[in-house]
């Protein structure tokens, strides 16, 4: 790694570190009076949409820069072994959401509600949303929702978020020159965008419309969910964050998509003639926008009890023209988006609060996106969530003594069936379980093969068969996402 990547953080080498040493400290009396005095914070949660582990400048990557999202690791704590909820959209959202991981949350799958939206959250659904609410919070989210087409239980509006700007529907989110966005319950559409015009950014207006509810809401509490769609496919950015870098990359191999027909800005991923080029822009521009949000918190005079989250839904993709390996975007872990392997749901995770979270501090506590919503109930001083498969991580933030998961546990439905469970330093993972839920478990010690090369299962039975009783506890059947299996046995 050059100098110039190291100086961005000088805990470089213990941020992409896979260590699991968790520091067992106890509550000092400076941490017992911030719990005692401080007011419950403002809460911003960025999330990004198929960033790697190694996209960014801090973790490693040497083909472009982040420095705001650096400035913000430096700034905060830095979460070396997080976890998203899924590794795909909808069922990571949902278990960011309702704090329940995909074995038991509403929404397991990408299910398609035509002609626009995905298959929704369930009523009885309790969000982290409909929470802050509850307690007086304004809240808003801008980006991509994905968790139920508009006017559904599911809608935003019906999940405790008082305004919606943005993509309802994760196909359309594919597409960054939308024909329309979804403000609330009102379609609204971007003139500048008809036909094959490309005219109108979503990132850009979706970001304007983010910081428009910050200064709307500067004189009360409120939460801010920001699902951004960077860098997800298709390959898009505009003209000016493309000449940054046009010739850093060329020659460039040019990916031809679709350019018109019923797919073209309905979930098709256009033609792009430089693809480098445009992912390393697009990246360029969500650090930028992180860049702003914080401007924006210092100019109102509500940075100081502003919590901001940042992360992202699932490991690289592999779309659009997209290049992870030559961006190393996985940071050598093994898998992409789809797997259940360390690349697929292995995040970066950055939590940032002046004055109380130490500034340039690591963490290698292992958590995930369950883990938000009981760690919301913390920060507002209420009891913990009935329903939820989180512990919240507060106390890690606060330097306090902090609990630890017994273990963690995925499923995914594609792909033939994927099951998953992170156990201390143990990853057990089973595919093609779809039709045969006793299909064989790998095994990896992840202390000593971070990149899961060597399945040790034949030497660790003990540990395969406790896993095996992990997955069998932790799934419970969907009537809307069940595996093959348990349709067969339905018939």
Not at 78 to 84: A, D, E, K, R
Not at 157 to 173: L, M
Not at 442 to 464: C, F, M, R, W
């Amino acid at each position: 790694m050059s100098s110039k990547h190291l100086s961005h953080f000088p805990l470089i080498c213990t941020l992409i570190a896979l260590s699991l040493i968790v520091v067992d400290c106890k509550p000092s009396k400076k941490n017992e009076e911030i719990r005692e005095t401080v007011n419950a914070p403002n809460i911003i949660y960025i999330l990004a949409d198929d960033l790697g582990y190694g996209d960014l400048s801090c973790t490693g990557q040497q083909h472009f820069d982040t420095p705001n999202i650096d400035k913000l690791a430096r700034d905060g704590m830095f979460f070396t072994q997080h976890y998203s909820g899924s590794t795909v959209c909808a069922p990571s959202r949902s278990a960011l959401m309702t704090g329940q991981h995909t074995g038991h949350t509403f929404i397991r799958g990408n299910k398609e509600v035509r002609p626009e939206g995905q298959h929704p959250l369930e009523s009885e659904a309790i969000t982290v949303a409909e929470l802050l609410q509850q307690q007086g919070y304004a809240t808003g989210a801008f980006g991509k929702w994905g968790l139920g087409y508009p006017g559904s239980e599911g809608d935003p509006n019906n999940q405790g978020f008082d305004e919606f700007y943005g993509y309802n529907c994760q196909r359309i989110g594919h597409n960054y020159y939308p024909y329309h966005m979804w403000h609330n319950q009102e379609k609204q559409l971007l003139d500048g965008n008809k036909n094959s015009e490309t005219n109108a950014y979503g990132p850009d207006i979706i970001h304007e419309k983010a910081l428009a509810f910050l200064e709307a809401n500067k004189d009360r509490k409120f939460f801010m969910y920001y699902p951004s769609v960077i860098p997800h496919a298709e390959l898009a950015a505009p003209e000016s964050y493309m000449t940054k870098f046009r010739e850093k990359f060329a020659p460039e191999k040019e990916y031809k998509g679709i350019d018109d027909g019923e797919h073209y800005k309905n979930g098709g991923y256009g033609s792009q003639k430089e693809p480098h080029a445009a992912f390393a822009a697009m990246v360029s521009l969500l650090d930028d926008q992180v860049g702003e949000i914080r401007e924006k918190l210092q100019t109102l005079g509500i940075a100081e009890n502003t919590i901001i989250i940042f992360t992202s839904d699932n490991g690289p993709h592999m779309e659009g023209g997209a290049d992870p390996d030559f961006f190393d975007s996985n940071a050598h872990l093994k898998g992409y988006k789809r797997d259940l392997y360390e690349g697929g749901i292995r995040v970066p995770m950055i939590a940032y609060w002046p004055d109380k979270i130490k500034a340039g501090s690591t963490s290698t506590h292992i958590s995930a996106f369950w883990d938000f919503l009981p760690t919301v109930h913390d920060l507002l001083q209420l009891d913990p969530p009935e329903h939820t498969d989180g512990i919240s991580f507060l106390p890690e933030l606060l330097g306090e003594k902090q609990d630890k998961h017994d273990h963690l546990y995925w499923e995914f439905l594609e792909k033939g069936g994927r099951q998953a469970v992170r156990l201390d330093q143990w990853k057990g993972v089973r595919y093609n379980m779809s039709q045969n839920p006793d299909a064989p478990v790998e095994l990896y010690n992840l202390t000593t093969d971070k990149g899961e090369t060597q399945d040790v299962s034949a030497e660790h039975p003990e540990i395969v068969q406790k896993i095996v009783e992990i997955m069998k506890e932790e799934h419970s059947q969907s009537r809307v996402f069940p595996f093959e299996y348990e349709k067969s046995a339905e018939e």
